[in-house]
């Protein structure tokens, strides 16, 4: 048997007490833990630690360092393309990379969205596109490329287990330890698996308010200076927007409604918000890839972006005219009063369409694609007494109390339009 050169304790000991840990033990630590060595347990309460003490800019490249090495590194070099890919830090209502994969892909660049499923209150868009019927989220490396290198352009799939599998085991972990939203442990999450996928660069959508991670806008700052400095650092041409997540995206929240959304979208239409936020991650990506006049408002309504995407379904044995799933049961709510929409907190709303069916409690759960909730008014709108507020979709009708419960004071009706900020607020760069 050979011999370990760190002890998990001491490593968690030094996290714990605030300290710094040197770079080999914390490359040794996740090693240890991708090949068992290093207990979940152990691993948990180095988390904590990290959750209660933070790491210094050092320990967190060094962290994601190692979180990349723990599996494969993927390269395009050969694509003959450049690459940009675009990564949000999850929200309510969030479809954007549906739309945005293929628009991007519109002016050649190549878009490989390696994606994953929802779990929590946060969608999944691989859990979004298998509402369509036929569509096929798992490819092997050489459907990936060929796809990015033929006409489509443009690939959303799901993250070949080879990638970061020290991330993979970690971030289930954090999931049932209360150690999610830490900043060095997000941000080595994401970059990891960024860094390790190979892209040229790389657009961040860091959500801040009550449906992100971050809740506070100074904290989502923290999190995209530091994802930002860690994409650079390793050649990563890396750009980050922070947005508002206070409100659920767009009119969908679920699955088979955020498809047929994002449809709208390509089709020059959808919520304004929604095409706010594809228009401005596109310009962005496309910045980053060399194009940064690129006409995209015109690739979304001239129908350049909906072939992109009929033609990126079809490449994944999806049939993007075929109808999506619809639920059994629906039930309306409706505005008690005349009035404006004061508020719709997105957490809430997130947490009622996961309880409906939308989501899964744990990883190996199915998702309900036709469960959900569907807004028909959103803050600023004007509605009267009796008007459908929102319609909550679902298999089995005893699914409704629990979602309208998540609902209890989510929302509000009042005499003055609340004050909206911008969806996007900042910009941030290296
Ligand atoms: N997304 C990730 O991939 N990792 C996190 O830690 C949070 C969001």
């Given amino acids: 048997m050979s011999v370990e050169a760190y002890d998990a304790i001491d490593v968690i000991r030094a996290k714990r007490d605030g300290g710094e840990v040197p770079e080999p ?9 991708t090949r068992g060595y290093v207990s979940d347990a152990q691993m948990a309460s180095f988390a904590m630690a ?19 090495a723990s599996g494969e590194r993927m390269s395009f070099a050969s694509l003959g393309k450049k690459t940009v890919d675009k990564h949000s830090t999850g929200g309510v209502g969030d479809k954007i990379t549906l739309p945005l994969a293929p628009l991007v892909a519109v002016f050649g660049v190549a878009v490989p969205q390696l994606s994953g499923r929802g779990l929590g209150h946060t969608g999944g868009t691989l859990d979004k ?8 989220a798992a490819l092997s490396n ?5 796809q990015m290198q033929g006409d489509v352009g443009a ?8 990638l970061a599998p020290a991330d993979k085991k970690l971030y289930a972990l954090r999931d049932v330890t209360g150690t999610v939203e830490a900043i060095p442990l997000i941000a080595s999450s994401i970059m990891s698996k960024k860094i390790a996928e190979g892209t040229d660069a790389l657009v961040l959508d860091v959500k801040f308010g009550s449906g992100a991670f971050m809740q506070d806008i100074d904290r989502a700052r923290e999190l995209a200076q530091t994802m930002v400095a860690l994409g650079t650092d390793s050649g990563v041409a890396t750009t980050a927007l922070l947005t508002d997540m206070n409100v659920p995206l767009g009119l969908a929240i679920g699955n088979a409604n955020e498809v047929r959304e994002s449809v709208e979208i390509l089709a020059g239409g959808g919520p304004a918000d929604v095409r706010e936020l594809t228009l401005a991650l596109a310009r962005e990506m496309l910045a980053l890839a060399g194009h940064p006049d690129a006409d995209v408002e015109g690739a979304l309504d001239d129908g ?11 490449a994944q044995d999806g049939d993007p005219d075929a109808a999506l799933p619809t639920a059994r049961e629906t039930h309306v709510v409706t505005a008690p009063a005349d ?3 004061t508020r719709m907190d997105a957490l809430p709303f997130g947490i009622s369409a996961w309880r409906l ?9 199915k998702v309900v694609h036709a469960a959900g909730i569907d807004l028909h008014a959103k803050p600023g709108d004007h509605v009267t007494a009796g008007q459908p507020l929102f319609t909550l979709s679902a298999e089995d009708e005893a699914r409704f109390p629990r979602a309208l419960e998540a609902l209890d004071g989510a929302w509000s009706i009042g005499d003055t339009a609340p004050e909206k900020g911008p969806l996007v607020r900042e910009r941030i760069t290296a």
């Fill in 25 to 33: 033990a914390l490359r040794w630590m996740v090693d240890a833990y």
């Fill in 50 to 68: 990290v959750f209660q003490r933070g790491m210094q800019r050092d320990e967190i490249r060094v962290l994601t360092d190692a979180m990349i």
């Fill in 339 to 341: 009035g404006v929409v």
């Fill in 129 to 136: 596109l298998e509402s369509i019927p036929g569509w096929r």
């Fill in 357 to 365: 069916g939308a989501g899964r409690a744990r990883a190996e759960d």
């Fill in 142 to 146: 050489e459907e990936m490329f060929a």
């Fill in 304 to 314: 350049r972006a909906m072939d992109v995407w009929k033609a990126m379904i079809r």
């Fill in 155 to 162: 690939v959303i799939c799901a993250a070949g287990s080879g």
